[in-house]
């Protein structure tokens, strides 16, 4: 299948690629279908295309790419949203706040986006614990 990104162009991708959020995510509820695409020319950066609405782009990436020590539970309540079995059908990403100076670049590491990997459900969480912070420096 193809889709037309505004700012990414043409986009092709399988049925079972595309992610649902069922609650949409925090700032775009109505949008329920996306596709993760790798940005091979900006890893570890991916791109989470919305595919209801052809200007919504979030770019996101693994945040264990830059914080190792990255940790939290999932509630029961997520883990029953998104009908996760083991933690090997979990996959963890943040949005990324872009910036012409590279310092200021940052994650949003309150607000992880968990993929059950098997289904692809998905769901935008926010964390209780305090030490991971919405505009967290990569650099």
């Given amino acids: 299948m193809k889709f037309i ?8 991708y399988e049925n079972h690629n595309i992610i649902i959020f069922k609650k949409g995510i925090p700032g775009f509820n109505e949008l329920k279908k996306f596709i ?6 900006y890893e570890p950066f991916k791109l989470l295309q919305s595919l209801e609405n052809d200007e919504i782009a979030l770019i996101v990436t693994s945040p264990y790419e830059f914080f190792k020590d990255y940790e939290f539970r999932l509630s029961e309540e997520t883990i029953k949203n998104l009908k996760i079995d083991s933690p090997e059908q979990v996959d963890i990403i943040t949005t990324v706040t872009l910036n012409s100076d590279v310092n200021k670049i940052t994650t949003n590491l ?6 059950n990997t ?3 459900l998905g769901e935008q969480i926010i964390l209780d614990d ?3 912070k ?3 420096p990569l650099i």
Avoid at 5 to 12: N, P, R, T, V
Avoid at 36 to 41: C, I, R
Avoid at 110 to 115: K, M, R, W
């Fill in 5 to 12: 990104s505004k700012s990414h162009g043409e986009i092709e």
């Fill in 36 to 41: 993760l695409l790798d940005l091979q020319e």
């Fill in 110 to 115: 309150q607000g992880p986006i968990v993929i």
């Fill in 118 to 120: 098997s289904n692809n």
């Fill in 130 to 132: 305090s030490k991971y």
């Fill in 134 to 136: 919405v505009k967290s």
